[in-house]
C-alpha cells in the first residue's frame, strides 16, 4: 500500500471524544468509549472536560443531556450506545431477560466444587463434589437474595404459593436456603438441612410449575434476587428440583443407605 494510501486510511479512522475528566470523578463511560474506538481502529482525538461547568457549558452547546460524546467525520455519533451501534456492535437492553447470572453462578460454583474436591481427594470427579457444587450453589444464591431482601421478597410474592398466603415466609426463605447450604456444605446437623431444603424446594417446585407451565404467566425468577432480569421458567425449577436431591440424597445417606458412594 502506498504512503498516500495510507495516510488516506489513517484520516479516514479518526474520532474525536468529549469526556469528563475532574480531579473527583472520571466518566467511566468515556473511558469505555474511548478504549472501543481505539480497539476498532480509530485514532483517538481526546478532549477532557475539567469542571462541571465545562461540561454544562458544553453539553448546552450541542444541545446534548450526557457525556461523553463522539464525533466523527465532524458529525455526532453520541455517546457509549450509539457508538457501538455506529461501530455494528450489539447493545445490551437493561431490561431485558437472560439467563447469563444463573448460568455463570452454577459454572463457578461447579468449578469452586470440582476445586475443592481434587483439593481434599485429589480427584475433581468425586460424589462429595457433586454434593458441594449443589450445596455451594445453595448459599450463593441465598446471598444474592439477602442483599436485598426486601427487593426479594417483593418478586417472590408475584409466584410462590406459600408467601402468597402468608407473608413472612418470603423473607424467611433465603436464610432458610442459606442456611441448609451452609450444613451440607459441612455435612453437619441434616435432620435440620434435609427437612428445610426438601420443604423449601418443593413448595417452591409447585410454585414455579404452576405459574410457568399452568397459568403459563411470563414473569421474572427471584432466583438471584429481587433485581435481576432472569426469566422464571426451568432454570427456576432445576433449583428447586435441586434442592429436593440434594435433600433426598444426604437423608439417605445420612441414615447410612448411600455410605458407600462417599468410599471413593
Known amino acids: 500500500m502506498s504512503t498516500l494510501a495510507m495516510n488516506t486510511t489513517a484520516s479516514e479512522k479518526r474520532a474525536v471524544i468529549y469526556r469528563m475528566v475532574m480531579p473527583s470523578h472520571t466518566c467511566p463511560y468515556g473511558l469505555k468509549v474511548k478504549d ?5 481502529g480509530y485514532e483517538v482525538e481526546d478532549h477532557h472536560l475539567k469542571s462541571r461547568e465545562e461540561t454544562d457549558a458544553f453539553k448546552a452547546k450541542h444541545g446534548v443531556k450526557t457525556t461523553p460524546q463522539v464525533f466523527i467525520d465532524g458529525e455526532r455519533i453520541g455517546g457509549h450506545d450509539d457508538t457501538r451501534r455506529f461501530l455494528g456492535k450489539t447493545v ?11 448460568i455463570v453462578l452454577f459454572a463457578m460454583t461447579a468449578l469452586t466444587a470440582m476445586a475443592v474436591s481434587y483439593a481434599v481427594t485429589g480427584s475433581p470427579f468425586t460424589v462429595r463434589a457433586l454434593e458441594w457444587f449443589i450445596s455451594f450453589s445453595m448459599v450463593v444464591l441465598a446471598l444474592l437474595k439477602l442483599q436485598n431482601v426486601e427487593s426479594f421478597a417483593t418478586m417472590f410474592l408475584n409466584y410462590d404459593l406459600l408467601a402468597k398466603r402468608w407473608v ?12 441448609a447450604g451452609i450444613l451440607m456444605v459441612a455435612g453437619a446437623l441434616t435432620w435440620l438441612s434435609v427437612p428445610v431444603a426438601l420443604f423449601i424446594g418443593t413448595v417452591g417446585a409447585v410454585s414455579v410449575f404452576k405459574a410457568v407451565y399452568v397459568d403459563r404467566r411470563e414473569l421474572k425468577c427471584a432466583c ?14 432445576t433449583e428447586n428440583l435441586m434442592m429436593i436431591a440434594m435433600a433426598i440424597w444426604m437423608g439417605l445417606s445420612g441414615l447410612g443407605f448411600i455410605a458407600a458412594a462417599h468410599i471413593m
Do not use: C, H, M, W
Request: hydrophobic residues 35%; glycine residues 10%.
Open 36 to 40: 472501543l474506538l481505539q480497539r476498532s
Open 92 to 102: 445490551v437492553d437493561p431490561k431485558a431477560t437472560t439467563y447469563r447470572p444463573v
Open 168 to 179: 413472612p415466609y418470603s423473607y424467611i426463605y433465603p436464610y432458610a436456603e442459606g442456611l
Open 224 to 237: 438471584v434476587g429481587g433485581s435481576s432480569n432472569v426469566p422464571l421458567g426451568f432454570v427456576s425449577l
